[in-house]
């Protein structure tokens, strides 16, 4: 199911900043707060790296219009639609539900990121967090597939993400999810987070990730992932 995150942004748009928490932190992300409870993780916009609520009306504006434009939320339907029947073919199970939340981005947050950035471990649940434009509008779709794979992966698996998880287990999880999406939506689709990190930065990675792989449980990994 893809929620209809145009709509709500919009009504939001059309209340005092005062009451812009409370219904973002209701309706907006409503479908999701079981995520968030497993995940220990605020529901709120700065904790998703989402974009301000109050003070950049302009900004979300322009960028609903960017993802309108860009048939942003048909097109994630159909990326779903087509990872599903790729699992089914090859009869693996995949999650009864899963709702897709497309959320506008923080600029700051994603600039290291080509603006954009998905969320996909707790099955059921993807979020989005895009500041959109011409690079990246083009990589939603294989992002979105990239977050499904991870769905699968954590609704088949039998070892518990939160505490489980390690640097060896997460690096391989992320690349088969990368590879899942480059397969369906062609190589010029990867994402900065494998195409930014070359020469000198590659090597850095190299040498602390290859001596930490045995490090266990996501609150530690995340640090050697994101940074």
């Not at 939001?12 to 900043?17: C, D, G, I, T, V």
Request: with cysteine; aromatic share 10%.
């Amino acid at each position: 199911m893809i929620q209809d995150t145009l709509s709500l942004y919009k009504e939001m748009l059309h209340l005092p900043e005062g009451e812009r928490s409370e219904f973002f932190s209701g309706k907006l992300i409503e479908p999701f707060h079981p995520m968030f409870e497993i995940m220990h993780m605020p529901k709120t916009p700065e904790a998703m790296g989402c974009i301000q609520l109050s003070g950049r009306d302009s900004e979300m504006v322009e960028r609903l219009e960017r993802l309108e434009k860009a048939d942003a939320w048909n097109n994630a339907q159909r990326a779903m639609e087509a990872a599903v029947e790729r699992f089914e073919k090859a009869c693996i199970p995949v999650p009864e539900k899963v709702v897709v939340g497309i959320f506008l981005g923080n600029p700051e947050f994603l600039a290291m990121m080509e603006g954009y950035t998905g969320m996909g471990s707790i099955p059921g649940y993807i979020l989005i967090m895009i500041d959109p434009n011409e690079k990246n509008l083009p990589k939603l779709n294989a992002c979105i597939a990239h977050e499904f794979h991870h769905n699968v992966l954590f609704h088949n698996a039998k070892w518990n993400f939160m505490t489980d998880v390690s640097v060896g287990k997460y690096l391989a999880v992320e690349g088969l999810a990368e590879s899942f999406a480059a397969s369906m939506f062609g190589e010029a689709c990867i994402g900065p987070w494998v195409t930014n990190v070359q020469g000198a930065d590659l090597e850095t990675a190299k040498k602390i990730i290859s001596k930490s792989l045995d490090v266990k449980g996501f609150m530690e990994v995340r640090k050697y992932i994101y940074g």
